[in-house]
Structure formats: C-alpha cells, structure tokens
C-alpha cells in the first residue's frame, strides 16, 4: 500500500492505483482562481471580478510506502474522533 499526499489530505491506495494517479497528476496543469474585487469602491455591492489562471503543476504531491500491519492497524481504528 502507499500513501500519496496531495495538498493537505493523505490517501491510502494499493500501490499500483498510487502509481497512477501520482503519473496522471504529474501531467495535469494548475487551475486557479483569483478574487480580484467588486466594480465599485467600498466593495460591497455591485460584480464581483475574477482571473482564471492555469499554468504548470508544480507538485504539490508526494507519496510514501505504508507497511501492511500498520495499514491494518489504522485501518482497524477508523475515522478519529473530532474532540
């Protein structure tokens, strides 16, 4: 099993699905949006404006080999609590 890492979220997959994804996401580009504002001067009301903005990956992504019993031990303890 492997973990691949993609922003702040970590993913458990077997290791054949993480090589492919890490090899399709290695050729996806970056898509972003930016607030750039509102068409009036106290920004309050009127449109609000954006740019679009795709450019090259710059991967955000990484992945790392999880030992089988440690996967089977969290895979034993689920979701953690929220406390």
Same mark, same amino acid.
């Given at each position: 099993?492997?973990?691949?890492?993609?922003?702040?979220? #970590?993913?458990? =997959? /077997?290791? $054949? +699905?993480?090589?492919?994804? =890490?090899?399709? !996401?290695?050729?996806? #580009?970056?898509? #972003? *949006? $930016?607030?750039? %504002? $509102? +068409? +009036? $001067?106290?920004?309050?009301?009127?449109?609000?404006?954006? *740019?679009?903005?795709?450019?090259?990956? &710059?991967?955000?992504? @990484?992945?790392?080999?999880? /030992?089988? &019993?440690?996967?089977?031990?969290?895979? !034993?303890? %689920?979701? /953690?609590?929220? @406390?």
């Amino acid at each position: 099993m492997m973990i691949i890492n993609i922003g702040y979220q #970590e993913y458990v =997959l /077997p290791t $054949k +699905d993480a090589v492919t994804v =890490l090899e399709i !996401l290695t050729n996806a #580009e970056k898509y #972003e *949006t $930016k607030y750039i %504002g $509102k +068409d +009036d $001067k106290n920004n309050t009301t009127g449109e609000a404006y954006h *740019t679009y903005h795709v450019y090259e990956n &710059d991967g955000v992504f @990484s992945a790392k080999v999880i /030992p089988n &019993d440690k996967y089977r031990m969290a895979k !034993l303890a %689920g979701k /953690p609590n929220q @406390s």
